[in-house]
């Protein structure tokens, strides 16, 4: 018998966010929000979510901060 997993960290693309300029490539842009999280799969089903978040990032650097 063997067992098909996986683990890692997953993003979804919520929709637009507001526009700023961003600390690290100093550009103005629209920035997009996303929630981010961890999950375990078992055959290709999520079986787990933990250390949730809600960010926004650069369109440009991809630099993100987290609301």
Not at 2 to 23: D, E, M, W, Y
Not at 27 to 53: C, D, M, S, Y
């Amino acid at each position: 018998m063997f067992f098909l997993f996986g683990f890692g960290t997953k993003r979804q693309h919520v929709g637009a966010g507001s526009a700023r300029t961003c600390p690290r490539c100093h550009n103005h842009t629209q920035w997009g929000r996303v929630k981010e999280f961890k999950q375990f799969t078992l055959f290709f089903i999520p079986v787990a979510r933990w250390n949730r978040k809600e960010l926004e990032v650069c369109g440009i650097c991809g630099a993100a901060v987290q609301l």
